[in-house]
């Protein structure tokens, strides 16, 4: 009878450390994101969403927006990614077909310029406004020396000392195209071409002026802001003709595999909370007017905008890339 017992206790035990085992299992979640964001600043925004959703592994595919619009439309109609993170809206626009409409859980709080208006629910929610700023050397060229303007760019006197991404590959570097190409035309961007070394990503030019490899570069705020802040000898130029008014944000791949973690993950992206890491940490130029600008760079008050036309930006993409490629 013991023994009876003794089995019974065993197998009650056994059965409820399967269930309990199960009952894990199927409450854990997975999560595949697509950063168009650096690796540090994906890392620092996840881990403040796991702290809300321990039971979600997630998992980060770093790339630029170009390489990421490529791989997205590649893979479709089956996604292997759920969520797209910090990604500038022309290169959205460019799978807006493939994005899954989605109304966050903090839709009534966000102004509308700062979410997709194009279907009936957004397909994509901004964080934060990359904007676009001349960062020099301080040890190679006097503020005096410096470019002023996007205008300067094209002076001779500057050949070989500007390092650019490249607009095939990433997104930054194709909206400064944009935005020189609409401000002076292809034959000004000619002109840059020749006085410019092309790189790969968006992070490599503000890296090669911080060493002194190069004198001048144009680059998100954010990347300004790092430099700064980490006492690298440089500085920051708001262009005299202004900079173009853009958003990046995050949005759910259509037909992925793991729709409510992503869902729970927009939902954070649209938290005072993740504003809040996005400024501090990532010195990015968060979307809500709680949050102040990062520090060491102008107020919003203070800057010069002109207009910048998202979705021209994404239906032009391709022939202007061409366009530029045949100039190197």
Do not use: H
Not at 36 to 55: I, Q, W
Not at 184 to 203: E, I, P, R, W
Not at 257 to 284: G, H, L, Q, S, W
């Amino acid at each position: 009878m013991k023994k009876t017992i003794v089995l019974g206790l065993i197998f009650l035990l056994a059965f409820g450390l399967f269930a309990q085992g199960a009952s894990e299992s199927a409450q854990k979640e997975s999560l595949v994101i697509y950063s168009a964001a650096s690796e540090g600043e994906a890392d620092k925004l996840t881990e403040e969403f796991n702290k809300l959703y321990p039971n979600i592994d997630v998992t980060i595919i770093r790339a630029g927006s170009g390489d990421l619009v490529t791989r997205v439309k590649t893979e479709w109609p089956k996604p292997e990614g759920d969520v797209i993170l910090l990604m500038g809206s022309e290169n959205l626009d460019q799978i807006y077909d493939m994005l899954m409409p989605y109304k966050c859980a903090n839709d009534a709080k966000i102004a509308p310029e700062y979410k997709d208006n194009k279907s009936e629910e957004p397909k994509y929610y901004a964080t934060s406004m990359p904007l676009q700023a001349i960062m020099y050397n301080t040890d190679l060229l006097s503020a005096d020396e410096a470019p002023k303007s996007w205008k300067d760019l094209a002076d001779p006197k500057y050949k070989g000392k500007i390092v650019l991404a490249n607009p095939a590959s990433s997104g930054s570097a194709y909206a400064q195209l944009f935005m020189m190409n609409k401000l002076y035309g292809m034959d000004f961007v000619k002109q840059v071409v020749a006085n410019t070394t092309y790189v790969a990503s968006s992070t490599a030019g503000p890296d090669s002026v911080a060493r002194g490899e190069y004198a001048i570069t144009v680059t998100g705020e954010a990347n300004i802001g790092k430099k700064i802040s980490a006492g690298d000898p440089v500085a920051y130029v708001l262009a005299e003709e202004g900079t173009g008014f853009r958003i990046e944000g995050s949005a759910i791949l259509a037909n992925c595999k793991n729709p409510e973690a992503a869902k729970k993950f927009i939902d954070f992206m649209t938290t005072t909370d993740a504003y809040e890491i996005v400024r501090t940490e990532c010195y990015r130029r968060a979307v809500s007017t709680e949050i102040p600008g990062p520090e060491g760079l102008p107020a919003l008050s203070e800057m010069k905008f002109f207009e910048y036309n998202a979705k021209e930006a994404a239906a032009t993409k391709k022939a202007l890339v061409a366009e530029f490629n045949a100039l190197l």
